[in-house]
């Protein structure tokens, strides 16, 4: 499917860690069908960002970053939450399992939380 097809996705991943934020006072993200979805409150007008499975998502305090990080990769995307730009992507060296993301007042440091997986 290519993204420019897409014109509305209805319905909510809710077995995704923090998976609805706010970006301002119009405008939510949340996760849904492989996609983070940017909707404004108002017009209900909705933007995309295709991604993976997503595990969790985060907004930085600052407001202009997204956090998104997908299952089973251990990587952490930033967006940029005006534009839906791709900013960077951050490896993250401890385990593919992330389970929570928090993106610092300053935007400059990202801090996550992932768990290795279980093993006999």
Do not use: W
């Amino acid at each position: 499917m290519n993204i420019y097809d897409l014109e509305h996705i209805v319905g909510v991943q809710a077995d995704i860690f923090n998976g609805i934020v706010t970006i301002d006072d119009k405008n939510i993200a949340f996760a849904a069908a492989r996609h983070v979805v940017v909707q404004n409150i108002d017009s209900n007008a909705q933007r995309f960002i295709p991604t993976g499975e997503i595990a969790t998502l985060a907004r930085s305090p600052s407001r202009d970053l997204i956090g998104v990080a997908e299952k089973g990769t251990g990587v952490v995307n930033l967006y940029d939450a005006k534009t839906l730009r791709f900013i960077r992507k951050l490896p993250h060296k401890s385990g593919t399992n992330i389970r929570h993301i928090s993106i610092c007042k300053e935007s400059m440091h990202c801090i996550v939380l992932s768990s290795q997986p279980d093993t006999l």
